[in-house]
């Protein structure tokens, strides 16, 4: 299991704790939790670090500045030594006491998708969610439910084949496409959602009720790595 996390001081010791009970319950002893940090400005890595020291099975992985989520998701798939690989965010909007939902599926699937049930989101979040997963749905011309969730189990395998280069949200886009078109399968659940657990979300610039307003930068980047990602997989077709 691995979180990317950017600046998340104040979750980072609860995702870990709450990750190992989740995974001596449901997988036993054989695990490995990896917590890579993206560049943080806070004591994200130093708490890290210090549940490290207490557990050969906790690493910390860094990257010197900070490369954009979807640069962290490809370090945690790299950088993991097991046979299957869970990710999830650092934000603790997803109970990991739900982990048997998606280890139960691993038999029949190459990757286990959840997505959100009654999503705990403002609701231009939802909207801008809406528009994004209707994008990729017009430009692939098929699409997956909720594609960015952040609760995904994986083969490792796979890995040998599908190699993502996107460095920010459409990875998880990317990854799944990629897989799906290769002839791996990819299975969909639902999981609850809840509210983030503290800190700020690093891409929105104010948050309060109804209100989430996006920086716009960010928003950029994923419109133009979708259309480069789409630009690829035309030339892969050609090919």
């Known amino acids: ?68 989520f979807g640069r962290a998701v490809r370090t945690g798939i790299e950088q993991s030594k097991k046979e299957w690989i869970f990710y999830t965010d650092c934000d603790g909007q997803f109970d990991l006491e739900e982990l048997d939902l998606v280890w139960e599926r691993r038999k029949s699937a190459d990757i286990v998708s959840a ?18 997963n209707t994008l990729t749905l017009m430009l692939f011309l098929r699409g997956f439910k909720d594609v960015d969730s952040s609760f995904k189990l994986y083969r490792s395998s796979i890995f040998k084949d599908v190699r993502p280069e996107s460095t920010c949200g459409v990875i998880d886009f990317e990854i799944l496409t990629l897989a799906r078109d290769m002839g791996y399968r990819v299975k969909q659940l639902p999981v609850s959602h809840y509210n983030r657990r503290a800190g700020t979300v690093s891409f929105e610039s104010a948050r309060s009720g109804f209100i989430a307003f996006v920086k716009i930068g960010p928003i950029y980047e994923m419109f133009r790595q979708l259309v480069a990602f789409r630009l690829r997989s035309w030339q892969g077709i050609s090919r």
């Open 115 to 132: 997505f959100r049930r009654n999503r705990k989101d403002p609701g231009m979040r939802l909207g801008y969610s809406l528009l994004w």
């Open 1 to 68: 299991m691995f979180f990317p996390a950017f600046n998340e001081e104040e979750n980072v010791e609860y995702m870990v704790s709450s990750a190992r009970k989740a995974l001596d319950r449901v997988v036993g002893k054989n695990w490995e939790i990896l917590v890579v940090d993206d560049g943080s400005t806070d004591s994200t890595a130093s708490v890290a670090r210090s549940m490290s020291k207490n557990d050969s099975r906790i690493r910390l992985i860094s990257h010197r500045n900070n490369l954009g």
